[in-house]
């Protein structure tokens, strides 16, 4: 029994080694993985069947079985990887044909607050689907919905408020046309305070900060999207804030990194990944 065992799992050992293989994605390899398949199938079969016999089965039986058995792993590992891939899928289908339950509950404006990065339930197939059920929503519970925007991000709230203009009740679109022209003013506000601070500003250790602090307030505006601002603009922006910071202090770590962020969204990736090298080297040092 104990041989029986060894002899089973090496040749499990050997399928597995083959099966992993086929990560690599490489046809001359899964070739190569097809035959060693076939090869391990046939030695097996004949190796059981000579080593291990019943007085009620042949050879032949027992090659036949063992060949049998092993030939078909990779059909039932298929089938069962594509019943776990499909498990919500069909427990779906289940249910439409009155086979299982599904639990109900009632959505509310805090369960959808997340609105591009929403819990999985809400994001199974594609953004479609989300802005599908959202528009579903009625009047008051949209109302829910956009209040509980301030709690975002500032970039998923603008894109919940953006998409909210279309909105078909008229009390939803001007309440996100009110909170999405309330979040640009606070950008902005926060922005103005932070250029006027630099003006004031005296040493230089507050003038690396706040030059810092700016770049990354218009790369901020870039990001969430804010359909005033001129990106180019904006970059030149972040780019002679960046710059100034350095000027100041050429050992800064915050400043490089922001450089490379704003020499990323100006699609320069090979002075961007110096500016990250260079941070890195200054931060081991």
């Known amino acids: 029994m104990p041989a029986l065992f060894v002899s089973s799992l090496i040749v499990l050992i050997i399928q597995l080694c083959l099966f992993g293989l086929l990560w690599l ?78 639990d109900v509950h009632k959505e509310t404006p805090q369960d959808l607050l997340n609105y591009f990065s929403a819990p999985e339930q809400y994001t199974t197939g594609n953004i479609r689907n989300t802005k599908d059920l959202i528009s579903s929503l009625d009047d008051e519970a949209y109302l829910g919905l956009l209040i509980a925007s301030r709690h975002l991000p500032d970039d998923e709230a603008y894109a919940l408020l953006t998409e909210a203009l279309y909105s078909p009740f008229e009390s939803a679109r001007l309440m996100a046309y009110s909170l999405r022209g309330k979040l640009e003013d606070k950008i902005n506000n926060a922005l103005e305070d932070k250029l006027n601070s630099l003006k004031s500003a005296t040493s230089n250790k507050q003038k690396v900060e706040l030059n810092l602090e700016l770049a990354k307030d218009y790369l901020h505006i870039i990001n969430v999207g804010i359909e005033s601002g001129d990106k180019e603009s904006l970059l030149k922006q972040a780019n002679k804030h ?44």
């Open 242 to 285: 960046t710059l100034q910071a350095l000027k100041l202090n050429k050992q800064s770590v915050s400043g490089f990194k922001t450089l490379s962020k704003v020499l990323r969204f100006q699609g320069d990736l090979v002075h961007a990944r110096k500016a990250e090298q260079r941070a890195l080297s200054l931060a081991t040092a």
């Open 25 to 102: 994605q490489s046809p001359m390899i899964n070739l190569l993985v097809v035959a060693g398949h076939i090869v391990t199938v046939i030695l097996a079969a004949f190796w059981f069947s000579t080593r291990w016999q019943h007085p009620m089965l042949s050879a032949r039986d027992t090659r036949y079985f063992v060949a049998s058995l092993i030939g078909l792993l990779p059909v039932i590992g298929s089938v069962f990887l594509l019943l776990i891939d499909n498990h919500r899928t069909l427990r779906a289908y289940g249910i439409r044909e009155g086979l299982g339950s599904v």
